[in-house]
């Protein structure tokens, strides 16, 4: 009997010490599923699906290869391939609850709607009890994307995986060039360089705009889907708001608003090509890489597709700089929207939602999240190491790296409310309809208000504005702090306090 | 004494009631079989098992769907059994809403165009190919191809077609020069052009192929008599030919209309509705209220709304068909 408690005492021992002693949020996931396992919890050859989309299986495969190897689990990826169909997919889960799904990866600005319709759970415990390493060590996510790409309603909902702040993209041959820069000062009295402003933006867009050689000044997204994401930087830093911190009320169709709508409908109208709104994302990686655009602004992944000589007739001449911003009072405010974003979520009715998340926490750490990043796909660097992770590096080229580290440290999110997909179509639709001539700039932005009105009241208000009040917080403290100058809110309310 | 004789009337009552029911009974097994015979009933009980097990399938979810458009019910509200009753506030919304009159308007004008001219080209071909020439069984079999190829693959090929840096742009500013291009998807008139004429082509040979077989199944007598009377091809036609062939037409203007008035797909992949909701269609503003808005409940009342129309329609288009039949 003795024997017999002190062997058990020792195996239990064992495993303490193997629970307790793993450094890293990947030995923590491997120990976690193994006590699962001797739980009962999940057995081996036990199946579970992770929903993806289809940019990201090549980068997921082979970590999910290894991670069944190692713990007998017979892990899927499950390929969707229009992004807009995880989001029905994983709607319909919801209201049918079948359990297929025990992961999802979606754009983090679905988390609220997801969370609120009750098919992803919060991880808050989990995350207490293993520690992913979101917001602290050496290996923590760039802030802020820790935590617009995980949280709402002051919970954990996910793991964010990806960072989507955009990046400036321009013909890094043409804008050093001597004699370009010479014209340039000639024709506008200042020097040419990388722009600060929207103002410098929009100058240089003219300037490199060449239609008779076959190059427009720039492509910028206007079309169904992105629209916001060419329009929101501007009215973001122009001191915009998407609405009143204590009342809900849109604020887009105010003047900040109009003006940013007018700049795009005249750049858009005037130096781009038509793809700007009648084509999709992928206008941008093809109109660029082939010296079609002076520059473009868009996910980092364009910096693979441009610098590669087998994709892009421009590789090597290829920039990468910060979003221009405004100023306010002396102060250079720049604003970059994070669009979209991958994050991993755990679905309720999935087998086991607890070794479900520890899968999804093996993938996301540093080291594993880097391999995979390092390889083609629509993941971008999201943690610290990432951005100092040789490979990775390499993989981006060495300029790129520190440019989106800079850029998603000024990232804003997407509208993450519940029901901020509806939200930000009836964004989108109106903005495509003012930039191909439809409608006015104003016209358009008080349809939207008149519609953002309409769905707040339909989904409740208070809640809305509680759950408004709480992404404020997510944006960076730069942003806040505007908003505060300009009398948008008081530091309280901007968590300045 | 009245007890008495109640009670001893009684017995003889039930026996007779009982003997009445016993005889009702007798009757009707024997009956039974010359019943069963009888033509109207047989056909009926034979696609009774069938017709019931469709209600089962489809009762439900129609059911589902009529709760739905009364309630208030997102999938980010919880459970839609716990939704609450709303009367027909959704329905009041629906007829108060411009963008379903806008899609309702646009499905209308591509449908009624679309079907139009896939019917004239339809019967056209099938006309010119209802007579020999060499080659006309290849020729039939091509054109026929596109009508098998997926919705996606046709909305992705028109798509391309009709860029701005296309080939339908290059041919046109090849023949009128750079002031002949047309920016297809940027504009609601030529945008919907577009998508006419990717379902023109896609679904003229399905009008083809009806009209094919009608006029290949037709008796010759009528028309060789016509033409030992001295008639010529286009009284021919006219008068003998499209008569016999209206009510396979007819079929076959029917469904078209039916599928055009559902039209997703090319749309979708097109345009996405753009620029704006300018070319947005009915199934479209359904589909996007539904899965991308998520609000169910307006949906399924819109459903309940346009399928109410369509069996309207429908009812009334084929009433001269049935009028004929019998």
């Given at each position: 009997m003795m024997r017999k408690i002190v062997v058990v005492s020792l195996v239990l021992g064992f495993i303490g010490f193997i629970?307790?002693?793993?450094?890293?949020?990947?030995?923590?996931?491997?120990?976690?599923?193994?006590?699962?396992?001797?739980?009962?919890?999940?057995?081996?050859?036990?199946?579970?699906?992770?929903?993806?989309?289809?940019?990201?299986?090549?980068?997921?495969?082979?970590a999910v290869e290894e991670l069944s190897k190692l713990t007998g689990l017979n892990i899927q990826l499950v390929v969707i391939g229009n992004e807009p169909d995880i989001y029905v997919k994983v709607m319909n889960e919801a209201v049918v609850r079948t359990g297929e799904y025990d992961i999802f990866l979606t754009f983090c600005?679905?988390?609220?709607?997801?969370?609120?319709?009750?098919?992803?759970?919060?991880?808050?415990?989990?995350?207490?009890?293993?520690?992913?390493?979101?917001?602290?060590?050496?290996?923590?996510?760039?802030?802020?994307?820790?935590?617009?790409?995980?949280?709402?309603g002051g919970h954990y909902y996910a793991l964010g995986m990806d960072n989507d702040a955009l990046v400036l993209f321009y013909r890094k041959d043409l804008m050093e060039d001597p004699s370009e820069q010479a014209a340039f000062e000639a024709r506008y009295g200042r020097p040419l360089k990388l722009p600060e402003t929207w103002e410098e933006f929009d100058l240089i867009t003219e300037f490199f705009d060449r239609p008779e050689q076959g190059m427009r000044g720039a492509h910028l997204y206007a079309e169904r889907?992105?629209?916001?994401?060419?329009?929101?930087?501007?009215?973001?830093?122009?001191?915009?708001?998407?609405?009143?911190?204590?009342?809900?009320?849109?604020?887009?169709?105010?003047?900040?608003?109009?003006?940013?709508?007018?700049?795009?409908?005249?750049?858009?109208?005037?130096?781009?090509?038509?793809?700007?709104?009648?084509?999709?994302?992928?206008?941008?990686?093809?109109?660029?890489?082939?010296?079609?655009?002076?520059?473009?602004?868009?996910?980092?992944?364009?910096?693979?597709w441009a610098s590669d000589p087998e994709t892009s007739k421009i590789a090597g001449k290829v920039g990468f700089a910060q979003l221009p911003g405004e100023y306010h009072d002396g102060v250079l405010y720049r604003a970059t929207p994070h669009v979209v974003g991958w994050s991993f979520s755990i679905c309720r009715y999935g087998k086991a939602p607890e070794a479900a998340y520890l899968i999804a926490q093996y993938l996301n750490d540093p080291t594993v999240s880097a391999a995979a990043i390092t390889r083609t796909g629509t993941l971008d660097p999201f943690r610290l190491n990432h951005f100092q992770d040789e490979k990775l590096l390499a993989a981006y080229g060495p300029e790129l790296g520190p440019v989106l580290m800079l850029?998603?440290?000024?990232?804003?999110?997407?509208?993450?409310?519940?029901?901020?997909?509806?939200?930000?179509?009836?964004?989108?639709?109106?903005?495509?309809?003012?930039?191909?001539?439809?409608?006015?700039?104003?016209?358009?932005?008080?349809?939207?208000?008149?519609?953002?009105?309409e769905i707040t009241d339909r989904l409740g208000r208070g809640r809305q504005i509680e759950a408004w009040q709480q992404e404020?917080?997510?944006?960076?403290?730069?942003?806040?702090?505007?908003?505060?100058?300009?009398?948008?809110?008081?530091?309280?309310?901007?968590?300045?306090? | 004494m009245g007890t008495r004789?109640?009670?001893?009337?009684?017995?003889?009552?039930?026996?007779?009631?009982?003997?009445?029911?016993?005889?009702?009974?007798?009757?009707?097994?024997?009956?039974?079989?010359?019943?069963?015979?009888?033509?109207?009933?047989?056909?009926?009980?034979?696609?009774?098992?069938?017709?019931?097990?469709?209600n089962f399938l489809l009762m439900p979810p129609f059911a589902i769907v009529i709760y739905l458009a009364f309630v208030n019910w997102q999938p980010i509200f919880g459970g839609w059994t716990e939704a609450p009753f709303v009367g027909v506030s959704n329905f009041i919304r629906l007829f108060s809403e411009a963008r379903f009159y806008e899609a309702l308007g646009r499905?209308?004008?591509?449908?009624?165009?679309?079907?139009?001219?896939?019917?004239?080209?339809?019967?056209?071909?099938?006309?010119?190919?209802?007579?020999?020439?060499?080659?006309?069984?290849?020729?039939?079999?091509?054109?026929?191809?596109?009508?098998?190829?997926?919705?996606?693959?046709?909305?992705?090929?028109?798509?391309?077609?009709?860029?701005?840096?296309?080939?339908?742009?290059?041919?046109?500013?090849?023949?009128?020069?750079?002031?002949?291009?047309?920016?297809?998807?940027?504009?609601?008139?030529?945008?919907?052009?577009?998508?006419?004429?990717?379902d023109i082509w896609q679904w003229t040979p399905f009008m083809f192929l009806i009209f094919y077989s009608a006029l290949g199944a037709l008796p010759k007598d009528p028309k060789e008599a016509a033409m030992t009377l001295g008639a010529n091809a286009w009284q021919i036609f006219r008068y003998i030919t499209f008569p016999m062939i209206k009510p396979v037409a007819y079929v076959g203007?029917?469904?078209?209309?039916?599928?055009?008035?559902?039209?997703?797909?090319?749309?979708?992949?097109?345009?996405?509705?753009?620029?704006?909701?300018?070319?947005?269609?009915?199934?479209?503003?359904?589909?996007?209220?539904?899965?991308?808005?998520?609000?169910?409940?307006?949906?399924?009342?819109?459903?309940?709304?346009?399928l109410l129309g369509i069996a309207l329609v429908t009812r009334i288009a084929v009433r001269p068909l049935l009028k004929e039949a019998a």
């Open positions: 629970v307790c002693a793993q450094s890293t949020p990947a030995e923590r996931a491997l120990a976690g599923l193994s006590s699962l396992m001797e739980k009962g919890v999940i057995k081996p050859g036990q199946t579970f699906k992770i929903m993806i989309h289809s940019g990201q299986r090549n980068q997921l495969a082979p600005n679905w988390i609220g709607d997801m969370a609120e319709a009750g098919v992803i759970v919060p991880l808050d415990e989990w995350i207490a009890k293993y520690d992913p390493e979101i917001d602290h060590g050496p290996n923590r996510y760039v802030s802020p994307l820790d935590k617009f790409t995980t949280q709402y889907v992105f629209a916001y994401t060419s329009w929101a930087p501007r009215f973001i830093a122009k001191g915009g708001i998407y609405f009143d911190p204590y009342t809900m009320d849109p604020m887009i169709n105010s003047p900040e608003g109009v003006a940013a709508l007018e700049e795009i409908i005249f750049l858009v109208r005037n130096h781009m090509f038509p793809e700007a709104y009648t084509a999709d994302w992928s206008a941008a990686y093809t109109l660029f890489p082939e010296g079609k655009v002076f520059w473009t602004i868009a996910w980092a992944s364009l910096g693979h850029n998603a440290e000024q990232s804003f999110p997407d509208i993450s409310l519940r029901g901020a997909n509806e939200y930000l179509d009836v964004l989108n639709l109106n903005l495509q309809a003012a930039v191909a001539g439809q409608i006015s700039a104003k016209e358009a932005l008080d349809r939207v208000a008149i519609a953002w009105q404020i917080k997510r944006y960076p403290k730069h942003i806040r702090e505007l908003w505060v100058k300009l009398g948008k809110m008081d530091p309280h309310t901007a968590g300045l306090e | 004789g109640g009670a001893l009337k009684a017995p003889s009552s039930q026996k007779l009631r009982g003997e009445e029911i016993m005889r009702k009974l007798v009757m009707i097994f024997k009956g039974f079989p010359q019943f069963l015979s009888h033509e109207k009933v047989f056909k009926n009980l034979l696609v009774l098992p069938m017709q019931l097990l469709l499905t209308l004008v591509i449908a009624i165009v679309a079907v139009a001219l896939e019917f004239l080209l339809g019967l056209g071909l099938a006309v010119l190919f209802s007579r020999p020439f060499l080659g006309r069984r290849i020729c039939t079999s091509v054109i026929l191809y596109p009508m098998m190829l997926p919705w996606v693959v046709v909305g992705f090929t028109f798509y391309l077609l009709f860029l701005d840096h296309g080939p339908v742009n290059y041919v046109l500013s090849s023949l009128f020069g750079p002031a002949g291009m047309i920016s297809w998807f940027r504009n609601p008139v030529p945008a919907i052009t577009a998508i006419i004429i990717g203007l029917v469904i078209r209309a039916l599928e055009c008035f559902k039209i997703f797909d090319l749309v979708y992949i097109m345009t996405g509705g753009g620029p704006g909701v300018s070319t947005e269609t009915l199934s479209l503003y359904i589909y996007r209220v539904a899965f991308k808005y998520g609000q169910l409940s307006y949906a399924a009342a819109v459903a309940i709304i346009v």
